[in-house]
């Protein structure tokens, strides 16, 4: 298993390229399933957890081919099963059921069973599809769904926020026969980048962005040439990167309408965000004040960089209150960055973080993707040589992570034992 030994205690300085949102990819890869005649995807990040989709979706039968950045989908699926072997891997595996439904009037899909970041249930996804006249069973462990005569238009309320559920309504309303309304849908800057896909496709998509979203049923879609949009979290790892060492980072192709809070919160930690043509650049000229969040769904605080932001909180100036609200169970960095000298006590969902003024390195390990990020900005900052295991989850969601800081003046190395990395 590949580890990761941090020299911390240095300021990083430099300039960052910011990937193509995963998340974004894993739901406009498959949109590839929906086409006639095939899908270009541009800047799409090459991740352990997008290369996974590619592998679902050759699975199924199209031709995935990828150039750099681009990946070129073609064919038509001829197995209309998504089984337990890959869907365990990947949680948004799930997001091949509305496609295939749509498209071929089928699907079964494995459920996805246990996460690391709390149950994570996908009746949301099940809903959808019966709402818009699928007949659903649960049985072996797999979701089976059919629509013979295809899927119809219909209204669908969500009791809660939820995206990987209102992508899969998107996609599947979009080949389903007349109006679909979302009620309650996700407002995250993915959904948006799937619709003007779907849109570039040949679908009737509007209200993406709001809470209400419309689509007119199409009885086809056509091929379309698309890009994914920058990873916000990718950016606001990094920007909190700069915060935590007392650095300056500029992040190209940051997009600051998708930072919005993060970027609010970082001022009231004193530090500086100034908008570039092409980016954003992030500094803290001194140590970094506390400050509170609490996570929500777009616009508000993305949960998948509260264990960022408790990281820099272990070593604020002062006292922080983080409240997670999306995902139980989210606070699975806490032990390790308390290994690391952080003063943090958890009492439900919420955080209490007292800052110091220094972590102490220790070998430390995390269980899903953003806490062992947390963990790598954590080593960052703190002086002397810290190993952060496990690393494969990095490998799920930042692409080159040690070459990017490296070249900010980063002392960042990772050491190899062999062996398997697969474990969840
Ligand atoms: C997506 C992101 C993930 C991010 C999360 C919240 C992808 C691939 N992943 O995950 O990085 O942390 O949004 O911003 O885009 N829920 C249900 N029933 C369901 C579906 C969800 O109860 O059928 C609950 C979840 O347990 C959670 C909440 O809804 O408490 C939000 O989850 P959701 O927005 O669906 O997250 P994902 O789409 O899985």
């Known amino acids: 298993m590949d580890r990761l030994r941090i020299e911390g205690g240095l300021p990083l300085h430099g300039e960052i390229i910011v ?56 064919g038509t699926a001829n197995l209309l099963d998504a089984p337990y072997d890959l869907v365990r891997k ?43 006249g699928a007949i659903v069973e649960l049985a072996d462990g797999y979701i ?45 800057p993915e959904i948006s980048n799937l619709a003007e896909c779907l849109n570039a496709m040949g679908a009737k998509i509007t209200g993406h962005g709001t809470d209400t979203i419309i689509i007119e049923g199409v009885t086809n879609l056509k091929t379309a040439r698309h890009a994914v949009i920058a990873d916000r979290i990718e950016a606001g790892t990094y920007a909190i990167a700069a915060g935590i060492t007392n650095g300056r980072l500029t992040l190209k192709r940051a997009n600051a309408r998708h930072l919005d809070a993060l970027i609010n919160v970082l001022r ?26 609490i996570t929500d769904p777009f616009p508000g605080f993305p949960t998948d960089l ?11 100036d002062g006292s922080s209150r983080i409240s997670e609200t999306i995902f139980e169970n989210r606070f699975m960095h806490v032990p390790e960055l308390v290994r690391m000298g952080a003063d943090i006590k ?15 390195p220790a070998p430390v390990m995390a269980t899903d993707l953003r806490a062992s990020v947390s963990l790598v900005l954590a080593a960052l900052a703190t002086e002397g040589t810290s190993e952060v295991s ?22 960042i190395e990772r050491l190899s034992d062999g062996g398997d990395n697969e474990d969840e």
């Open 306 to 316: 509260q264990a960022q932001f408790m990281a820099m909180m272990s070593v604020a």
């Open 90 to 132: 990947m949680r948004a595996s799930i997001l091949v059921l509305g496609p295939l439904l749509a498209r071929y009037g089928e699907a079964r899909v494995s459920l996805p069973g246990g996460c690391a970041i709390g149950t994570r249930p996908v009746d949301l996804h099940i809903r959808v599809m019966q709402a818009l």
């Open 19 to 74: 990937s193509g949102a995963k998340n974004a990819a894993l739901t406009l890869l498959p949109a590839g399933l929906m086409s006639d005649d095939g899908l270009v995807l541009e800047n799409v990040p090459r991740l352990a957890d997008t290369l996974s989709m590619e592998g679902l979706l050759r699975h199924h039968g199209l031709a995935v081919e990828r150039d750099g950045d681009v990946v070129t989908m073609s």
């Open 144 to 188: 089976q769904a059919r629509a013979p005569q295809g899927l119809t238009g219909g209204r669908v309320v969500f009791p809660m926020v939820s995206v990987g559920a209102t992508e899969n309504a998107l996609m599947a309303a979009a080949l389903a026969k007349g109006q679909t309304e979302i009620v309650n849908a996700a407002r995250e």
């Open 268 to 293: 009231e930690t004193g530090m500086d965000v100034v908008e570039g043509d092409d980016g954003l650049t992030f500094s803290a000229a001194e140590r970094v004040s506390a400050a509170d969040i």
């Open 346 to 360: 958890v009492d439900g969902g919420t955080a209490l973080v007292r800052g110091r003024k220094n972590l102490t």
């Open 390 to 411: 496990r690393i494969y989850h990095l490998d799920r969601g930042y692409s080159d992570l040690e070459k990017k800081l490296g070249q900010c003046g980063a002392r």
